[in-house]
């Protein structure tokens, strides 16, 4: 279990799926993101790639997020997910996909304000992931892209106005801002 950090559910706890395959990201460093994205989440449309438990997501509507669109392919996952949203009782306000976060970029049509990518891999292709949601114009105008790495990344900046890096013990967080 995890804790959600702030917001109108500070301190409920989140299901985790029981699964070698998901790592929940720590209370530390997801406070540490929100500071950062602390003014930019009132009414904003956010896309959770690689969910999980869905902390990134959850932890968005507690501070003011509109909805929350969670995308994951483990059965796991979208259990914990729909627990968490039921206990929260925010059903209304999250759609939870249980599709690739490929496909998924592949064939959508929507814009989002702010995507959250943590896949659950040490050596996972996160360039390709950027340059999917910015060659399909998923992220919205002024869209922040937050990046969870446990490795050093290096991109094409020219697609964005604002970068900031963070670390976090072993995690690397990056906040991109078109």
Do not use: C, H, W
Not at 42 to 62: Q, T
């Amino acid at each position: 279990m995890i804790r959600i950090t702030g917001g109108k559910y500070r301190s409920r706890l989140l299901s985790t799926p029981n699964s070698t395959l998901t790592k929940p990201t720590m209370d530390r460093v997801r406070a540490g993101v929100f500071s950062a994205l602390s003014y930019d989440l009132d009414n904003k449309k956010i896309l959770d790639l690689f969910a999980g438990s869905g902390s990134y997501g959850f932890e968005s509507l507690s501070r003011g997020a509109s909805e929350v669109v969670f995308i994951d392919n483990s059965f796991e996952s979208i259990s914990s997910l729909k627990e968490n949203a039921r206990a929260l009782k925010v059903e209304n306000e999250v759609r939870i996909l249980g599709v690739d976060a490929f496909s998924f970029l592949e064939n959508n049509n929507e814009q989002f304000d702010i995507i959250f990518i943590d896949p659950p891999y040490k050596e996972y292709d996160y360039i390709s992931l950027i340059n999917k949601i910015i060659e399909n114009n998923i992220l919205s105008e002024s869209g922040i892209l937050v990046v969870e790495s446990e490795n050093d990344l290096e991109f094409d900046e020219s697609s964005f106005k604002k970068i900031k890096k963070y670390k976090y013990s072993l995690a690397k967080i990056y906040i991109l801002r078109k």
